[in-house]
Structures are given as C-alpha cells and as structure tokens.
C-alpha cells in the first residue's frame, strides 16, 4: 500500500491554515500583531 502524498500533507496544511487564521484574528482583536497569543489553548492574557 503506497499513501498518497496529498493524504500525508493535509493536516500541516490544515494546522497552517488554521494557525494563520488565529494569528489574524487574534491580532485584529488586539489591535497589534498578536505573536505573544500564539499557542495551542488555554488562557490568552492581553497585556
């Protein structure tokens, strides 16, 4: 059994999407570029 490749890059390509998105929304909710909200869950505290 071979896996395709497009079976193998999907996740990354998903958590990079998602990853992406948060970034961008968490920096528009912030009103700067929100590197410091970067994570995986949990509690994000505005400075």
Do not use: E, H
């Not at 490749?5 to 992406?20: E, H, I, K, R």
């Amino acid at each position: 059994m071979s896996l395709d490749y497009t079976v193998a890059l999907t996740p990354f390509v998903a958590w990079l999407v998602a990853g992406s998105s948060k970034l961008i929304v968490n920096s528009i909710k912030a009103r700067q570029f929100a590197l410091s909200l970067i994570g995986y869950g949990g509690q994000a505290m505005l400075a």
